[in-house]
Every structure is written in structure tokens, then in C-alpha cells.
Nanobody, 127 residues
């Protein structure tokens, strides 16, 4: 079964940190870009970050630049999203998705196509 599985979400206080993981099973991520998206209640889904297949290109939404870091370990078939200095407005369900390449247009981060989606992991930032 081809799938992506996210983990690492949870409840954290403002200013705290989390590390999200996205593990692929049933296929190799070696040739896929991976993006992280999030969706807060009542809001549209938005692209947060993306990393190219080789890891040489990364992109971030403006509101998370300097706070979030995307990375990948192809040997472990895993992509990570390190979330630092978390704010209440970062509260959302975070999803990872695979695709052929990242796209950036202004403040919009996306992938050229969306091949596989994970089920999501909840991140809640609250005191």
C-alpha cells in the first residue's frame, strides 16, 4: 500500500517546538518532492514548506520563515518539519504530500502535482 504517514504533532505552549515526521511506505521518496500543508478550522488549506527530491531546494511560506525547517533523510524514506517558536496561529492539522517538484508563486508554496497525501497530524499551540 502506497502511503505517507505523519507523526509528531501534539499540544505545545507558545514559543515551544515540535518535530513532525512524514514516513513513506510502499514507495521510495528518492524521486519525489515533499510538501507540508496545514489546515486550521474554518480556513483553507495552505502550503507551509516544500523540499525537492535531492534536498537542494527548500521553500517556506513567509509566516513560518526562520521558525520552521524542512529536511529529508531519503535513506529512512522520511521528511521532517521542525517547528520552533510556535504561535497560536500555527494551530492546524499538518499534512505531507508527495509530488514531482515544488512550486513557489509569491507567498504560495505548493507542488506541481499532488500524488500521495498523509492522514495528517494535529498541532495545537495554546497556553
Amino acid at each position: 500500500q502506497l502511503q505517507l504517514v505523519e507523526s509528531g504533532g501534539g499540544l505545545v505552549q507558545p514559543g515551544g517546538s515540535l518535530r513532525l515526521s512524514c514516513v513513506a511506505s510502499g514507495f521510495s521518496i528518492d524521486y519525489y518532492a515533499i510538501g507540508w500543508f496545514r489546515q486550521a478550522p474554518g480556513k483553507e488549506r495552505e502550503g507551509v514548506s516544500c523540499i525537492s527530491s535531492a534536498g537542494s531546494f527548500t521553500a517556506y511560506k513567509d509566516s513560518v520563515k526562520g521558525r520552521f525547517t524542512i529536511s529529508r533523510d531519503n535513506a529512512k524514506n522520511t521528511v521532517y518539519l521542525q517547528l520552533n517558536s510556535l504561535k497560536p496561529e500555527d494551530t492546524a492539522v499538518y499534512y505531507c504530500v508527495s509530488g514531482p517538484s515544488c512550486t513557489v508563486a509569491g507567498d504560495t508554496v505548493d507542488l506541481y502535482e499532488h500524488d500521495y497525501w498523509g492522514q495528517g497530524t494535529q498541532v495545537t499551540v495554546s497556553s
